[in-house]
C-alpha cells in the first residue's frame, strides 16, 4: 500500500476500522496476498473493535463535528475527542492544548455534556 497524499486528510479511528474491514474482506474473498499485510489488518480491525470507534457512525461523527464548531479546537484536537471521547475535565485538559486560556469552564462542562449525548459511554468505556 502506498501513501499518495501524505496529509491530504485525516481519518478518525472508525474510517481506518471500516477500510481495514472492507481490505481485509476483499484479501479473503481474492487469495491472501502478503501474510504481514493480512496480519498486520486483522491486528489492527482487532484492536479497533475494542474500542469506542466501534460504536460510531458517520452520521454521529459528523453531528459531533458540527456541535464542536462553536468551541475553535483544532482539526486535531476534534480528531483525538473523536478518537478517545473526553469524559472528564482532566482529559480535556490532556487534548486541548492551553486549554485553561482557550476553553471557559462551561466550555468544558459543555464539551463534556456533547460528548456524552452523541457517543454514549458503554461497559468498556
Keep these: 500500500m502506498e501513501t499518495i497524499k501524505p496529509n491530504a486528510a485525516f481519518l478518525c479511528n472508525n474510517e481506518v476500522m471500516l477500510v481495514l474491514q472492507k481490505l481485509k474482506d476483499n484479501t479473503q474473498k481474492k487469495h491472501k496476498r502478503e501474510g504481514s499485510l493480512a496480519t498486520v489488518t486483522y491486528e ?4 479497533l ?26 482539526k486535531t484536537e476534534k480528531l483525538m475527542m473523536v478518537n478517545t471521547p473526553p469524559r472528564t475535565e482532566l482529559e480535556i485538559q490532556l487534548i486541548v ?10 466550555d468544558v462542562r459543555n464539551i463534556i455534556t456533547l460528548v456524552n449525548e452523541i457517543f454514549p459511554p458503554t461497559d468498556s468505556t
Aim: aromatic share 8%; glycine share 0%.
Design 44 to 47: 489492527t480491525v482487532h484492536y
Design 49 to 74: 473493535q475494542d474500542t469506542v470507534c466501534k460504536n460510531q457512525s458517520a452520521q454521529s461523527i459528523q453531528k459531533f463535528l458540527d456541535a464542536m464548531k462553536q468551541f475553535k479546537l483544532t
Design 97 to 106: 492544548q492551553e486549554s485553561e486560556e482557550r476553553l471557559s469552564e462551561d
